[in-house]
């Protein structure tokens, strides 16, 4: 599968993360659902990584101090960080947060060998920021001086500085990436559950929150993990980033379709993340692609 089909179905699994997982957290907790995630996961992530890739396990695991690193930076830190933000922010306002993504992307890259932005691509970050900050003040941008911010975009601000850092080391593993991404959930349930065992975790006692724990594990866990794993192997950390931008589309279409609100800050915003990354995604001619 192409890198391109392959970073969207990711990016359009993750949109319906944040929608189904606003709702799921209604009734369940974060740790809860991370760790249930997870825990369903792991095993068909593992068997699939040995029917696709048939991976030298013993040569994937001497890698295990950075896969644990990624496990706890990706699996762990980040979707927690999510899902507590959606239980006090919008599944919109998450996705216009996470459009911020390749600008950090980018700029933690310069510090690494490869791609450098030109004028166009910094002028894309300075208009995706300014999107977002749109969105974080709910369009009263003096709110920015008193620094006061609701807890849920404060979060989500964590969220996507882990997962810039996640998706850089991730392109430098090195290892196949069905089986890296098994064996980081497979780290992640073992992490996460003495932390969950001791918080009495559960599973969903309804229908509603049961359904929407199989849509987690199928998609954004299963299908959106591998998938992102897979365009990594031939694509920057830089150019994927980039791809995480269509999740403001999907998840606004999604919010349209269930009859939410969108407000006018969510709009502007929303048109001046999409309005960066299109530059951003510019590359001076005479720049080389970014190499692991």
């Keep these: 599968m192409k890198a391109p089909l392959c970073l969207v ?35 068909p992530l593992l068997l699939l990584a040995q029917v696709v890739e048939k991976p030298d396990w013993r040569a994937v695991l001497q890698r295990w101090p950075a896969l644990l690193l990624l496990s706890a930076l990706g699996m762990s830190t980040y979707t927690l960080l999510l899902y507590s933000a959606l239980g006090h922010t919008s599944a919109l306002n998450a996705s216009l ?49 008193g ?11 964590g969220a996507i500085i882990v997962w810039a850092f996640y998706t850089i080391i991730a392109r430098r593993l090195g290892l196949p990436a069905i089986a890296a991404t098994a064996v980081q959930v497979s780290m992640a349930c073992l992490t996460l559950a003495p932390v969950a065992l001791a918080a009495g975790a559960t599973l969903p006692d309804d229908a509603a929150a049961g359904w929407s724990l199989a849509y ?6 299963l299908g959106a993990y591998l998938l992102w794993n897979l365009a990594l192997r031939s694509t ?57």
């Design 9 to 43: 179905l990711a990016t359009l699994f993750w949109s319906g993360n944040f929608v189904v997982g606003q709702a799921a957290v209604e009734s369940v907790t974060p740790l809860e659902l991370t760790f249930w995630r997870w825990a369903f996961a792991a095993v």
């Design 97 to 145: 947060i996470t459009a911020a993504n390749p600008a950090l992307i980018v700029v933690i890259a310069l510090f690494l060998p490869g791609d450098r932005p030109g004028p166009a691509a910094w002028l894309g970050i300075a208009l995706g920021l300014f999107g977002v900050l749109l969105v974080l003040t709910a369009g009263d941008l003096q709110q920015i001086a």
């Design 147 to 157: 620094l006061s911010f609701n807890v849920g975009e404060l979060l989500m601000l």
């Design 216 to 221: 987690i594990v199928i998609f954004p866990s």
């Design 236 to 292: 920057s950390p830089a150019a994927a980033g980039n791809y995480l931008n269509l999740m403001v589309v999907f998840t606004a279409a999604l919010t349209l379709l269930l009859g939410m609100p969108v407000t006018v800050p969510q709009v502007l915003g929303g048109i001046l993340v999409i309005s960066g990354v299109l530059l951003s995604g510019l590359r001076r001619r005479s720049a080389q692609p970014v190499t692991a």
